[in-house]
């Protein structure tokens, strides 16, 4: 009851004193944050962070951060994710403070090099030191670019979840879908970035737009806080009459979700609708209908918001968390890469216990909050075995029949849930 | 002795029968059946030959059939094909009419369909069909024939139906170590419709949708002219096999119930009617609610419908289908499947007659027979267009004319 009474008022205030951060990491980090500096990001600091002296003199962001050391003589990282660490361990204040006075801090990177891989969990770990949210954006390698840069991409991602908040995963191997044989390189990295920063502007408007339907502060906190997960996000657009329509099939077919297998595997999805002064709320129904019906057990969190520019189109950012298989790996990271911090640099071997009991105390205190404490306890199901095996028959090995993410092959009466008894 | 040129054989290697059906051409080019042959087919999946050595026998079975039964020997087939990977879509080809007095002449509309066609497509795919739907010469729509027009922009729409090129050869790969010709392959839902529809009910507007044993194919004719194809990999295999597992039956005894019992809508009267089904001694192994027994079949016919009209919706089309849609294939059998058809696809249903075609009428009249038949008069069609010779010239420009529409 309480919280009812408060949210009215509380969600007005909080919308212009929420402070963003947007924080390039590396090449990659860089230049996407000259894309996004270009659009409509009023009120969010740009800060580039690189170890590379002439990408950073040719970035656009208002605050830069050139990493350096004699130990790289003035070169860059050269693709080695440890010296990266290394060099990010030793300036870890001044990554703190950067990154000091934001609540929601995006860090942008392109995972695989030395700078992006390596810098990147050592500066969210410093951001979620200052007490805000962070959230990240990455891009994992092409399969082309090499085995070794997959696997420092791996890594990176690892180690990455275990400290940030969410990670939002970009493999540039899934956007092939997305192109023909005729799209030239420049334009496939166009490509990628454009869909990066449809997240970012996805997330963004979240936070920032008077929402029809808000969705609050506290619920995307809830959603992606010490979860550690691996999220996948879509972003899909359409306009006219049968927009609705249109956006429930864009994004079922959509190559970032998977073909819709994404959202079935979710436990947690957030949809963010976007629309011109004519969105009715017949058509946001249908869309949810349409998604909800594809993620059944996901916690769905909705918002829907209205821009007057928009004429006659409506935009769907959907988000989707991953299950997180493993609960315990995040842990043995985290150890993994203290102790790899501390063979490296003996600086940041006081502040890593210190550390782990600040996250200790953090998890004991949301446990006993009242408002967190019953949001958590809804969001334990307990779930059931996949005991009902159906098996395909004679379509057991043949190439399966998919349809808008529903596999044919298993009997309809099946699917539609007819008892036979 | 016949003359080879006039023999056309259309050969279906479907997922439950090889089928084929030796047409003759007569001299005003009229089709008449002289043979059928048949076989069940094993070694096929959802349209797709799995296991080409039995596939292979199956072929060999129905070919020595319809050459003993029209006694002649089988030397090139038109072959169907089908399959999931089948794709079909709208293309556009824009030409600028460059000549000084602006005629649109032979080679401006040669050029627009090569414009047309070239199209993206994925590496491994290639073009089954290219069918010409209409010119339009600077926007105005609807013109058959724009040579000797004037005109600044000459455009044609296309439809074009496309697949795995490795999936496409295996079936051809097949027929030719039979030591068989293949003179085209053509999508099995073009052949049906081409059996099934007059040209009236063409210009009308027509879906045809043959629900066959593992694909379900459709066409969409308005105006003439083709707008829409699709290929499903759905078909009466999925019934037998949702029986098979909502009534915990093997598969032949499913495959069977189906035939003697199925039907696309609950019969009132079937309701908690009981099925014993018995062993080869006679003796009761299992009983079965027939109520059961037709509400899965039911279902699974109507998700068929349902996704066919959800693709037809989308497209645009729904609205121009006035002569209604007509079935074939092996599934159009089942009792009541134009009731269920009717509202879920929202026009008139019937069961399609094959009409366009003499010879062994009443024996030939059955959905299962529709594709094959089809696949003989695309080929009688195409031969047609070939011997239509007066002079050298024209010859040779029909025979470019006709390979280019291919």
Redesign the interface.
Same mark, same amino acid.
């Given at each position: 009851m309480k919280t009812k009474t408060e949210t009215p008022t509380a969600p007005l205030e909080t919308i212009q004193a929420r402070a963003i951060k947007i924080i390039g990491v590396g090449g990659a980090g860089v230049s996407l944050l000259d894309t996004l500096n270009r659009e409509d990001f009023a009120g969010a600091d740009f800060v580039a962070i690189n170890t590379d002296a002439p990408s950073l003199a040719a970035s656009s962001a208002t605050v830069k951060i050139h990493l350096e050391t004699k130990l790289l003589r003035g070169l860059g990282t050269g693709g080695d994710p440890e010296r990266g660490r290394a060099i990010a361990e030793e300036q870890f204040a001044t990554l703190k403070t950067a990154c000091d006075g934001a609540d929601v801090i995006l860090i942008i990177a392109g995972l695989g090099g030395g700078a992006g891989s390596g810098i990147s969990p050592v500066l969210a770990r410093a951001a979620k030191e200052t007490g805000a949210l962070v959230l990240a954006f990455v891009t994992l390698p092409f399969s082309c670019e090499g085995n070794r840069r997959q696997q420092q991409a791996q890594q990176g991602l690892e180690q990455l979840k275990s400290v940030a908040d969410g990670v939002i995963c970009l493999p540039n191997q899934k956007t092939f879908k997305l192109i023909? =044989?005729?799209t030239s390189v420049l334009d496939t990295f166009r490509i990628t970035g454009g869909l990066l920063a449809e997240g970012v502007r996805g997330i963004w408007r979240l936070l920032t737009r008077p929402g029809l339907i808000q969705i609050h502060f506290d619920d995307l906190c809830a959603l992606v806080r010490d979860r550690h997960s691996e999220s996948a996000f879509a972003s899909v657009e359409a306009s006219g009459a049968g927009r609705s329509?249109e956006i429930a =099939?864009k994004l079922l077919a959509h190559p970032l979700l998977d073909e819709g297998r994404a959202l079935a595997e979710s436990d947690a999805v957030l949809v963010s609708l976007m629309g011109g002064k004519d969105l009715t709320m017949a058509e946001v129904n249908r869309v949810m209908e349409q998604i909800s019906r594809q993620c059944e057990h996901a916690q769905i969190i909705m918002g829907a918001a209205v821009d007057a520019g928009m004429k006659n189109k409506l935009s769907v950012t959907v988000i989707a968390a991953r299950r997180n298989h493993s609960a315990e790996s995040p842990a043995t990271t985290v150890e993994e890469t203290a102790s790899r911090g501390a063979a490296r640099s003996s600086t940041r071997c006081g502040s890593q216990p210190q550390n782990a009991a600040l996250d200790q105390r953090e998890q004991l205190l949301k446990q006993h909050a009242p408002g967190r404490g019953r949001k958590a306890g809804s969001r334990m199901r307990q779930e059931q075995l996949p005991l009902a095996i159906?098996?395909?028959? !004679?379509?057991d090995k043949? =190439?399966p029949?998919i349809?808008k993410g529903e596999d @044919?092959?298993i009997?309809?009466?099946?699917r !539609?849930g007819?008892v @036979?008894n | 002795m016949f003359d080879d040129s006039n023999i056309i054989v259309g050969l279906e290697i479907g997922t439950s029968k090889v089928c084929a059906v030796v047409g003759e051409q007569n001299a005003d080019g009229a089709l008449n059946i002289v043979g059928v042959g048949q076989s069940p087919a094993r070694g096929v999946r959802k349209g797709e030959i799995v296991d080409a050595a039995l596939a292979e026998e199956c072929v060999r079975n129905a070919v020595v059939e319809a050459e003993q039964m029209a006694d002649m020997e089988i030397r090139s087939v038109y072959l169907g094909v089908t399959g999931g990977h089948l794709r079909g879509f709208n293309n556009r080809g824009v030409h600028p009419v460059v000549s000084a007095d602006r005629e649109i002449s032979d080679d401006d509309v040669q050029d627009v369909i090569k414009n047309a066609k070239a199209i993206n497509l994925p590496a491994e795919n290639t073009v089954v069909h290219a069918v010409r739907q209409h010119f339009l010469v600077d926007g105005h729509d609807g013109i058959t024939n724009p040579v000797g027009m004037l005109g600044a922009r000459l455009e044609v729409d296309m439809h074009v139906v496309h697949g795995n090129t490795n999936r496409l050869q295996n079936s051809v790969r097949l027929v030719k170590g039979l030591q068989l010709e293949v003179e085209e392959i053509v999508f099995n839902g073009l052949a049906s419709s081409l059996a099934l529809l007059t040209s009236e009910q063409k210009e009308l507007g027509a879906l045809v949708i043959d629900i066959g044993g593992g694909t379900t194919d459709y066409v969409v004719y308005s105006d003439g002219v083709i707008r829409h194809t699709g290929a499903l990999a759905l078909g009466g295999d999925h019934v037998s096999n949702d029986l098979g597992h909502g009534l915990k039956v093997p598969l032949s005894r499913a495959e069977k119930l189906k035939l003697e019992h199925g039907s696309a809508l609950v019969d009132e009267a079937m309701k908690g009617r009981t099925l014993t089904i018995t062993n080869e001694l006679g003796l009761p192994l299992k009983t079965i609610n027939v109520e059961h027994l037709q509400r899965i079949v039911s279902l699974r016919l109507e998700e068929i419908f349902q996704i066919i009209a959800q693709d037809l919706e989308q497209a645009g089309l729904v609205d121009y289908l006035r002569a209604g849609a007509f079935l074939c294939g092996g599934c159009a059998r089942a009792p009541q499947i134009a009731r269920l058809a009717e509202p879920v696809l929202q026009m008139p249903v019937s069961l399609g007659k094959t009409n366009s075609i003499s010879g062994l009428k009443s024996a030939l009249d059955q959905p299962e027979f529709v594709t094959a038949i089809g696949l003989a008069k695309f080929g009688s069609l195409k031969t047609r267009k070939r011997e239509g010779k007066m002079s050298i010239a024209q010859g040779i420009k029909s025979t470019i004319t006709s390979f280019l529409r291919r």
């Open positions: 023909d =044989e005729n329509r =099939e159906i098996s395909k028959g !004679r379509f043949s =190439e029949t349809h @044919l092959d009997p309809t009466y099946y !539609r007819v @036979l | -």
